[in-house]
């Protein structure tokens, strides 16, 4: 038996969703004393590495290796309480470069919001974007949604299920395959066809 302790059930992003939601986000209004590109930065690396809010909020800018295109958690900040270092997209890396450019190295990496206004933002680049927040099936698109995608991603790219358990760090494969992996739109289709 899988346990776990959901506020809500959450759905994962389509990769659609995903392009528009950073886009409008990159070109959005300052929220919360994040500009519109430090929310799409924030919410690009969420969904790249899997982050949790909280551990992306203990980031500092030297908490990524941009040359090993890493990036680690203390462990101190991490849920299971281990240093975790995860990798980087290499363009994600090159981008970090400049968007870190005039920051020192013990500076946060971001400047995230409380937890609600953190929510809040998130829900006003989703209504910026057109995503609904609650879907017809009662799942929420909220910050840890990103988790979700992250999974979910992996899992449409052909990752192995013990990679992608790994890099979600995660204890039990259950957890990762039937938690945070869900079908894309289309998946299905592509599958039979």
């Known amino acids: 038996e899988i346990r776990e302790d959901r506020r809500h059930p959450r759905r994962s992003f389509e990769l659609d969703e995903a392009r528009r939601l950073l886009s409008v986000a990159q070109a ?32 500092r800018v030297s908490s990524f290796d941009l040359d090993n295109c890493t990036v680690t958690v203390e462990a101190r900040h991490s849920k299971r309480r281990r240093l975790d270092t995860l990798p980087l997209r290499p363009e994600t890396a090159a981008d970090l470069r400049t968007f870190f450019a005039a920051k020192l190295p013990t500076t946060p990496a ?5 937890r609600s206004r ?44 013990k990679v992608i358990q790994a890099i979600m760090r995660h204890s039990r494969i259950e957890l990762t395959m039937n938690i ?14």
Request: a negative charge.
């Open 28 to 59: 959005g209004p300052t929220r919360y004393r994040m500009a519109g590109h430090e929310r799409a930065m924030l919410y690009r690396i969420a969904i790249e590495t899997g982050l949790r809010a909280g551990e992306l909020r203990s980031l």
């Open 110 to 114: 971001f400047t995230m919001p409380s």
């Open 118 to 161: 953190l929510a809040n933002m998130v829900k006003a680049d989703l209504v910026d974007t057109g995503i609904d927040y609650v879907d017809e099936a009662g799942r929420y698109a909220d910050f840890h949604s990103f988790r979700h995608t992250t999974g979910s991603f992996l899992a449409a790219s052909g990752a192995h299920p």
């Open 180 to 193: 945070y992996t869900h079908t894309l739109h289309g998946q299905q289709a592509e599958a039979v066809a």
